[in-house]
């Protein structure tokens, strides 16, 4: 008998706990309004790594129309250069224009390459900087760390429609 006493006052006071549970009354305890606080999650933007630059630059490069193949990395987690797809050919002027656009993406970017000693080439472009500013062209040298965004900037922001500009440049970079 004690059994089925001990089942039957299980039962109801599940009952009663199902039915409190369910209750709308206000009878239950709260916070006042004013120490109500409603829970916000705030969800920093984590930086992105470098695959995720160039992937973000190369969807923008083919947004731009400009098609690329996806990003390489390489065994030791480098991201590669990347390269134009198969038979895609693109003059200066459409790559210097989608540049402006998606170079925001390659911000901080550390591409995985060997470090060479730049100086030769840097004086290659000194040289031509130079010749061009005797043409009467306003071609700032680059330096060592300036060399990449010189190169960027020169490629948008030289005149290559004007044909003495055009000229001006094929005499100063084949000049030795």
Known sequence: MKNKWAKWMLVAAMGLMIVACRSKTNDVPSLDTEQRTTPTATVEEE??????????????????????????????????????????????????????????????????????????????????????????????????ETFEQWGVDFRVEFNWDDPKAKAAYEECNSAD
Do not use: W
Not at 111 to 120: C, E, K, P, Q
Not at 124 to 136: H, I, M, Q, S, Y
């Open 47 to 144: 930086p992105l790594d470098d695959e995720a630059k160039m992937m973000a630059f190369v969807q923008c490069m083919r947004d731009e129309g400009i098609e690329y193949k996806d990003p390489v990395v390489d065994s030791e987690g480098n991201v590669q250069r990347p390269e134009l797809a198969e038979g895609v050919q693109v003059t200066r002027e459409e790559q210097g224009a989608a540049m402006e656009m998606c170079g925001k993406h390659l911000e901080g970017l550390t591409l995985g390459r060997r470090r060479v000693d730049m100086s030769d080439r840097i004086d290659e472009f000194v040289a031509l900087a130079t010749c061009l500013r005797e043409k009467g062209y306003d071609v700032d040298d680059p330096t060592a």
